[in-house]
């Protein structure tokens, strides 16, 4: 899933999204709560239609956001109390009220509100946590079964934008969204084993659930210990339902995902490294400013047909980062988040072909062969 954190895939359009390829956008509930407001987005049709991308979207319920807020926010069984990141206000976030914005916001798979622990926590932590994301999980069930009948047999949304104005519904696509929505358990358990296949199987039995988080890596945590979690969740969770890696997204954490069972993962990494100079390539990740690249006439990787790499050379491109010119973010960007979706491609090719072992160790040598450069 390419990352639209606040309603938008940093400087790329959706067009361009949907022309690499890209099938699924992840926004998040806590930010677009705090600005533009969820309500808002519901009275514009709700989140599609606002950011104009008619494709899935998945919102996270913003726990892992909440509990960054460290010294903003207190925690107790009932939720999170915490001051916004903007300007400091306070607010605070229950399993039902999130499950309201999710709904507001109208995005296809919505992940229950959760405790996120940071990912070297002592095991009666790590208990604590995962014991209370599956008591808010319940919670999160009752809340959207309560807002579905609701939507149901309520009455019409509200078709008018904060101005007053009326919205014309033969050129906006109301009414505000009331499809179902389909609730994703996020399983969590910090780095311990015992606590991971607890949290895994009181979900199972609390429901039938239509795919499964994976929670709390890639927060801290040594890769070995991310990869016998994985291991281990491959076999506590079904194999006919997606499971999505949260928060994990750079190219070999997708390879090596992939190859432990997972099936969706996000991260700003393509779009925020872009920003930054850096773009992943078949033989590891390069930074455009450096002076190397200057006289450099080759595209960003021979390998990739995106845009910026069928027409601009890494010379044309260093010089854009270098005179700070808006379309060297733009293009840096766009071929990122080529590259994971192109990545992704081949993944699903190799799976149906029979051939994942060998094409994931083959993929991975190449782009471990030459050591990043420095940022
Ligand atoms: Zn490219």
Redesign the pocket.
């Known amino acids: 899933m390419a990352v639209g954190t606040a309603a938008t895939v940093k400087a790329l359009d959706p067009i361009e999204l949907r022309e690499m390829g890209a099938q699924m956008i992840l926004s998040n509930a806590y930010h677009l709560h705090l600005r533009p407001g969820d309500e808002l987005i519901r009275d514009f049709g709700g989140l599609h239609s606002f950011m104009g991308w008619d494709g899935p979207i998945l919102t996270d319920s913003g726990g892992f956001q909440v509990f960054s807020l460290e010294g903003l926010r207190t925690i107790a069984e009932e939720g999170v109390e915490f001051r916004s990141h903007i300007d400091g206000s306070p607010h605070s976030f229950t399993p039902e009220s999130v499950m309201a914005i999710e709904r507001n916001l109208g995005a296809d798979v919505i992940m229950q509100f959760d405790h996120v622990i940071p990912g070297q926590s002592d095991e009666a932590a790590a208990r604590d946590a995962s014991e209370r994301s599956l008591r808010w999980l319940a919670r999160c069930v009752a809340a959207l079964e309560r807002l579905r009948g609701e939507s149901a047999g309520g009455p019409p949304p509200t078709t008018t934008i904060p101005s007053g104005a009326q919205l014309s519904t033969t050129n906006f696509p109301l009414p505000a969204p009331n499809h179902p929505q389909a609730l994703f358990p996020i399983v969590q358990g910090g780095i311990h084993a015992s606590l991971r296949v607890a949290a895994a199987s009181a979900i199972r039995d609390l429901g039938d659930w239509p795919g499964f988080g994976i929670g709390g890596l890639s927060v801290g945590e040594a890769k070995p210990d991310m990869y016998r979690i994985l291991e281990l969740l491959d076999d506590e969770l079904p194999r006919d339902r997606p499971r999505y890696l949260m928060g994990v997204g750079f190219p070999e954490d997708l390879v090596e995902g992939v190859l432990r069972g997972v099936d969706l993962f996000d991260c700003v990494a393509p779009t925020r490294m872009g920003r930054n100079g850096a773009a992943f390539t078949s033989d590891g990740r390069l930074n455009i400013k450096r002076a190397e690249f200057r006289t450099d006439p080759r595209p960003?990787?021979d390998a990739?047909d995106?845009t910026?790499?069928r027409r601009f050379s890494r010379g044309y491109i260093r010089h854009l980062f270098v005179a700070d010119e808006i379309l060297g973010l733009r293009l840096l960007s766009l071929?990122n988040v080529?590259?994971l979706v192109r990545l992704m491609r081949d993944a699903r090719a190799a799976i149906m072909d029979g051939t994942i072992r060998t094409w994931s160790r083959d993929w991975l040598a190449r782009y471990h062969s030459r050591a990043p450069s420095p940022e």
Request: charged share 10%; aromatic share 12%.
């Open positions: 960003l990787d990739c995106c910026a790499c071929h080529h590259f």
